[in-house]
């Protein structure tokens, strides 16, 4: 059955939170060796966010062993870094929990009528979008895909009003006139 695998080929040119489920996959169907697998998850994850995951599977690829101090160095950076990024989004999470906010999202059609009516009422800028786009990523590469998808909606529905209007601080984007 392992002749007929694909995830060695196709894994190569998928993003590796995408190579998980994959590998989830064949740890179930038993083709390969489970050590074989550990090896290849511990390897994906040593360059995610992912430590707590990553110290999972060093635990179930190495049981009587202890877990490396790089990699409970790395969570305790990840650790600081997610609680900085949730301080500078708390400003931001509060106008989005506001139920009229809510309502407000809901019914409008208009992204760049839903910019104007966030800034004038409820304070919002324009660099809060780079601040959202850099938690909701990092939500992403710590493997809470929910919250990023959540988070990446707001940004969505804003980024294009502001990229238009030139309101972001980001080098990286491009203006649309």
Not at 34 to 43: A, M, P, S, T, V
Not at 85 to 107: C, G, N, Y
Not at 118 to 131: Q, R, Y
């Amino acid at each position: 059955m392992a002749e007929f695998d694909l995830t060695t080929r196709m894994g190569q040119y998928l993003d590796r939170h995408l190579v998980f489920p994959l590998l989830e996959f064949l740890s179930v169907k038993e083709i390969y060796d489970e050590k074989e697998l550990l090896r290849g998850k511990l390897d994906l994850l040593s360059n995610t966010n992912m430590v707590d995951f990553a110290m999972d599977v060093y635990k179930g690829l190495y049981p009587d062993g202890d877990v490396p101090s790089a990699l409970k160095d790395k969570r305790g950076e990840v650790v600081g870094q997610l609680k900085q990024l949730q301080a500078d989004t708390e400003p931001i999470v509060k106008v989005f929990e506001d139920p009229e906010v809510t309502r407000q999202i809901q019914s409008s059609r208009d992204g760049r009528q839903l910019f104007e009516y966030l800034s004038k009422n409820h304070g919002f800028m324009s660099s809060w979008l780079d601040t959202l786009y850099q938690f909701a990523k990092f939500q992403y590469e710590c493997g809470n895909y929910s919250g990023a998808a959540e988070y990446l909606d707001f940004y969505r529905v804003l980024v294009c009003t502001a990229l238009v209007a030139g309101r972001t601080n980001d080098s990286n984007s491009i203006v649309v006139d």
